[in-house]
């Protein structure tokens, strides 16, 4: 493959693509359910015969080396992760285009507060196999009764003759998936055509993108160019784009609403934004880590601290859905051994040197608001009340906060989840840790804290990451949110089921990975995560995965287990 060009983009070759993308999006309109499934396979086809070079460039971009023990992270959360949101929007058009629903062959029940959940993990017999003890939900907003749920899904996608314009993708550039995902959504559910501009983190994909998104090009669905800020506004300026969806964070959010500086004080004063046309986004935010306390064995320790470990480091913390605050019961015998276990986790997972922009600065800014934090192997740990600073700066860096209330059980718990509610930045996503014995013990009132929880993504003995790449649940802030109070984003994106309206996406998995889950009575065979800091076979894991995802198969299975199994 040639090297990519990263020049910005110039603005007689923005507006070209622009009108390249209305002819498109006109077509599009016109298009059959059927032939937008069967062009959703060809993507499909077209990211696995590219997710080799998918990977280096993200690697190189991020300035991996090959050899290095968390390159897997990048087949995880690069062409897997398109692979199956590629797959799945394509069965959703099937089911669409065969006269029935997305929903088709999904369980459909009841969450707390009167609201139903859809079932999107496990959904066949092949993933109740890989993902073996973890299940995901789809929460619907209260009072929505289930006909409704399944009358409306879809959205726009089984609707022909609709024109939805042009809309503007602003990519991330932290996770290479991301840019890909959004341009789908948008087709998908609304029947857009986008122009992708990614963000310089990731200009070097430009070919790579290209290629595997090669037949939505093909089709003038689709655009990407490379560009800096100054591309980026004339294209939110642009009388051609009928829409703006970002992935960023609520500075850059607000400066494309309402501009900078005394513009944006004059406009938000008269509610006269700067920008006309809508827009969605998915900003972030501080991600709690709630650990309702227990009687806890060494080993329970162990992996909980270095699955808290994870939820940092992974991607050297450059992640919107890092946890950033752990929260504490000031009042658990094992708190002080639960946070040596930490120390020591954050001190043993493989180093990763921050390498998106601004990050050191956001390190010494956390450095200087805590001259007491622990620097640990290249990370913060400190400790903070309420009030901190750490509550409201979503710091995109390996830098790890603390905090203790009192109370134990259920009290705890009703408290922690006030704090998370009250004194944190942001509504993206939650995680809660607990013993399965004690969330028994505490029952209802167990599953009432949840749906407390003002979180657009809950893993409970999970981590909100996997449910970014679980291709059928949602992914977006708590509904609520508006253009002059944007928090962590406004509406949502993967869907793959297409729910109209869906309030969250709730992620469960194992206490204890295999074979203690087991030993310990939970039905769980699953190992290790192989996104876990210290795994050993996270790049085998991450190829093989990749490959299964390409051409599903039970023969293909079997390498990705072996694999997990080394971790």
């Known amino acids: 493959m040639s090297v990519t060009d990263t020049r910005a983009t110039t603005e007689r070759e923005l507006d070209k693509a622009v009108e390249e993308l209305k002819a498109g999006a006109e077509r599009w309109a016109r298009l059959p359910v059927a032939d937008r499934g069967a062009l959703f396979r060809r993507v ?122 042009v809309g503007l993708v602003l990519g991330a550039g932290n996770v290479s998936s991301i840019a890909p995902l959004d341009a789908f959504y948008e087709l998908v559910a609304h029947n857009r055509a986008s122009l992708v501009k990614l963000n310089p983190t990731f200009a070097g994909l430009l070919d790579v993108y290209r290629t595997a998104l ?18 980026g506004a004339y294209l939110t300026r642009h009388s051609g784009v009928d829409k703006v969806h970002i992935t960023g964070s609520a500075v850059t959010h607000d400066a494309i609403v309402w501009g900078t500086g005394e513009e944006a004080e004059r406009r938000r004063a008269a509610d006269d934004p700067r ?55 000031a009042d658990w015998a094992q708190k002080d051994a639960f946070l040596a276990e930490l120390r020591r986790a954050l001190a043993t997972t493989p180093p990763r040197g921050t390498w998106y922009p601004g990050a050191d600065a956001k390190v010494a800014r956390a450095a200087e608001a805590h001259p007491d934090a622990e620097r640990i192997d290249g990370s913060l740990l400190m400790e903070i009340a309420a009030d901190d600073p750490a509550c409201a700066d979503e710091y995109f860096a390996p830098v790890l906060a603390w905090t203790q209330l009192p109370g134990q059980g259920t009290a705890f718990l009703r408290a922690a989840v006030g704090f998370a509610n009250d004194s944190l930045y942001g509504t993206l996503g939650a995680n809660v840790l607990v ?115 390409a051409a599903p198969s039970w023969k293909r299975l079997v390498p990705v287990l072996l694999a997990a199994f080394r971790s």
């Open 214 to 231: 090669a037949p939505l090009i093909e089709a003038g669905v689709v655009r990407i160019v490379n560009g800096d800020a100054a591309v």
């Open 44 to 165: 499909h086809a077209a990211i696995a015969d590219v997710a080799e070079e998918w990977v280096t460039a993200a690697a190189e971009a991020k300035h991996i080396a090959p050899s290095a023990p968390y390159t897997g992270e990048e087949w995880m959360t690069g062409p897997y992760g398109a692979l199956e949101s590629a797959a799945t929007y394509a069965r959703s058009y099937e089911a669409l285009a065969a006269g029935g629903s997305p929903l088709e062959g999904l369980a459909v029940g009841t969450a707390p507060g009167g609201r139903v959940a859809v079932r999107v993990l496990p959904r066949t017999a092949k993933e109740w196999v890989l993902f073996n003890g973890f299940k995901a939900e789809v929460w619907m907003p209260p009072g929505v009764p289930e006909r409704q749920v399944r009358d409306e899904a879809g959205l726009r996608a089984g609707t022909v003759g609709e024109y939805g314009g």
């Open 275 to 329: 920008l006309t046309v809508p827009i969605t986004s998915e900003l972030g935010g501080v991600a709690p880590v709630i650990v309702v306390p227990g009687r806890w064995s060494a080993a329970d320790l162990r992996f909980q601290a270095e699955h808290v470990a994870t939820m940092r480091l992974h991607n050297a913390g450059h992640n919107c859905v890092a946890g950033q605050v752990v929260v504490l019961s």
């Open 435 to 549: 013993r399965p014995e004690d969330r028994r013990a505490a029952g209802a009132v167990f599953d009432a804290a949840i749906a407390d929880l003002r979180y657009g993504n809950i893993a409970i003995n999970a981590w909100t990451g996997m449910g970014f790449l679980l291709s059928g649940a949602t992914w977006g802030a708590f509904p609520g949110h508006t253009v002059s109070d944007v928090g962590s984003g406004i509406d949502v994106v993967h869907n793959g089921h297409l729910l109209a309206g869906p309030e969250r996406s709730v992620v469960t998995g194992p206490f204890r990975e295999f074979p203690r889950s087991v030993l310990h009575g939970e039905l769980s065979l699953f190992p290790k995560p192989p996104w876990f800091g210290s795994s050993r076979s996270v790049t085998d894991t991450g190829r093989a995965l990749t490959r299964y995802a």
